[in-house]
């Protein structure tokens, strides 16, 4: 047999597999190895509400891996007046392709002073530092020739306790989140 006929006959052979006017479908990518676009476009469409529960389910994992600093929190007063809102980003313990160092898994921020009107009332976090239990952000706030520390301890309810120094004396601070 030739090579040209046999070839012929494999697409007899493959033509009279598939039913009249049905399209065949490829075999569904095996779980070992990762779907190709092709592949991906092959399937049927999905639903609104499909595509919704999709989002939402690749949503939660992405934070699931984020710290647990991560987020938006408010520095107050023993009264409850507010003294800075800070935005933390803390990627946990893996590698942040978004940071300021990719390499490093590090907890960046900003901060802003809710009572400020102009220039000078936000800024970038100088550092983060967490040491288990013990949190210090440092920051240059209105008063860059004064910069700012703040020194926490977590409290058993989540939130944070402790003093901010640099703009005169040491004072009592809570941070929540907001």
Not at 76 to 90: K, M, T, V, W
Not at 104 to 117: C, K, L, N
Request: proline share 11%; aromatic share 6%.
């Amino acid at each position: 047999m030739t090579p040209a006929l046999a070839l012929a006959a494999l697409m007899l052979a493959a033509a009279q597999a598939a039913p009249a006017g049905t399209d065949a479908q490829p075999a569904p990518p095996s779980a070992a190895v990762p779907p190709t676009i092709d592949s991906l476009l092959d399937q049927a469409p999905i639903g609104e509400d499909e595509r919704d529960a999709a989002v939402k389910s690749a949503y939660d994992a992405a934070e699931a891996r984020r710290g647990g600093l991560d987020g938006r929190w408010r520095l107050e007063s023993p009264d409850g007046r507010a003294l800075f809102i800070f935005q933390l980003s803390d990627p946990g313990p893996v590698p942040d392709p978004r940071s300021a160092t990719p390499s490093v898994p590090a907890i960046e921020g900003a901060w802003r002073d809710p009572a400020g009107h102009g220039a000078g009332d936000a800024g970038f976090l100088d550092s983060v530092q967490r040491d288990g239990s013990a949190l210090t952000l440092r920051f240059n706030g209105a008063d860059p020739a004064r910069p700012l520390v703040v020194s926490l301890r977590q409290r058993a309810g989540g939130d944070w306790s402790g003093v901010i120094d640099g703009a005169g004396p040491s004072r009592p601070v809570i941070m929540k989140r907001f």
